[in-house]
């Protein structure tokens, strides 16, 4: 089953805040993913992570590859209307081994 | 044009038929996946293939299976549609060395 829970599992917030979201895992892993899926489109890659303590910027996108590599966090700043979608997490415990997914937050920006 | 191509878009089928999703990639990744999303519950994994001569089940298989007709082409089939496999259905490709995952625009799959 999935060993990555992701949390919030939605969120409300007006234009123009911060969001911040996480993945937290009782594994360790050596790659942490970042994706955004659109309504009725597939999940797209943000940020990708590879080292313990890495921090990555994408525009306005932060993720954070936490020290213990059980866990990685994605901050969006100054929200936008375009930012309204499912934000997924993927990780993966070694280079044979296949991604595990969170099971998303949902964001939802008002005007 | 789209690195991971599925067809069909959208697909309604009766319960009982055979149906077959199909998946195609440009990127020359060894590694395809299909998955399966319902609304609050993410991804999940159905089938994952590391290269042509490999197939494994992830944690749904039970009522699909999979054939893995070349390195670009990964095919998903449904023996007998019921309807709670109702749900949208992605295909991806990851690399070895990054692991990053690519995935299809999805095919939104309707069982009656």
């Known amino acids: 089953g999935q060993q990555l829970n992701q949390s919030p599992q939605s969120m409300f917030i007006q234009e123009g805040e911060d969001v911040s979201m996480n993945c937290t895992s009782s594994s360790i892993f050596n790659t942490w993913l970042w994706y955004k899926q659109d309504p009725g489109e597939g999940p797209v890659l943000l940020i990708a992570l590879y080292k313990a303590g890495e921090l990555t910027s994408n525009g306005r996108l932060t993720a954070q590859f936490g020290i213990t590599r059980k866990d990685s966090f994605l901050n969006i700043s100054a929200s936008i209307p375009s930012d309204v979608g499912i934000y997924f997490c993927a990780g993966q415990t070694d280079s044979w081994g296949k991604l595990q997914f969170g099971a998303g937050t949902q964001v939802v920006v008002t005007p | 044009d789209a690195d991971v191509t599925q067809t069909p878009r959208n697909r309604i089928t009766k319960t009982g038929k055979r149906i077959m999703l199909e998946c195609s990639q440009t990127k020359g990744h060894d590694r395809m996946y299909w998955y399966r999303q319902d609304p609050g519950l993410g991804l999940r994994l159905i089938y994952y293939?590391?290269?042509?001569?490999?197939?494994n089940k992830g944690e749904i298989s039970d009522g699909y299976s999979v054939s893995r007709q070349a390195q670009a082409k990964f095919s998903l089939s449904l023996e007998s549609a019921i309807p709670n496999q109702t749900a949208l259905y992605f295909c991806?490709?990851?690399?070895?060395?990054?692991?990053?995952?690519?995935f299809g625009q999805g095919t939104r799959l309707t069982v009656v």
């Open positions: 991806a490709t990851s690399d070895l060395r990054q692991g990053k995952a690519f």
């Open positions: 293939s590391f290269d042509v001569k490999d197939i």
